[in-house]
């Protein structure tokens, strides 16, 4: 299984970015998809996740800004970033996780980089 991530760059606050990740390979049709940060210095913390049903979740931080949306023909997630803050500023990776057959499996992307200026 590969992602493939894109939609990052430069972007003044106040403005927005669309990513986006596409999944391909052998992956198995109930999955959990999602977008994860990490700042210089800091832990790689949860942005947003999508379940293959439409189920979402969101940091508390992003609430109201973000919206994670999925193309489950196309193995595809979105995430819609608007109302962007310089501590948004972060490199975005994708994951795609499942479970099957008692085993579980994760999956990122290589990251896309994030830039908020003031």
């Known amino acids: 299984v590969q992602l493939q991530a894109s939609g990052g760059g430069l972007v003044q606050a106040g403005g927005s970015l669309r990513l986006s990740c596409a999944a391909s390979g052998s992956i198995f049709s109930t999955n959990v998809m999602g977008w994860y940060r990490q700042a210089p210095g800091k832990q790689r913390e949860l942005v947003a996740s999508i379940t293959s049903g439409g189920g979402t979740n969101y940091a508390d931080s992003v609430k109201g800004r973000f919206t994670i949306s999925r193309d489950n023909a196309k193995n595809t997630v979105y995430l819609q970033m608007n109302s962007l803050k310089p501590e948004d500023t972060a490199v975005y990776y994708c994951?795609?996780?499942?479970?099957?057959?008692?085993?579980?499996?994760?999956?990122w992307g290589q990251g896309t980089l994030v830039t908020v200026s003031s």
């Open positions: 994951n795609l996780a499942y479970r099957r057959w008692n085993k579980d499996y994760n999956y």
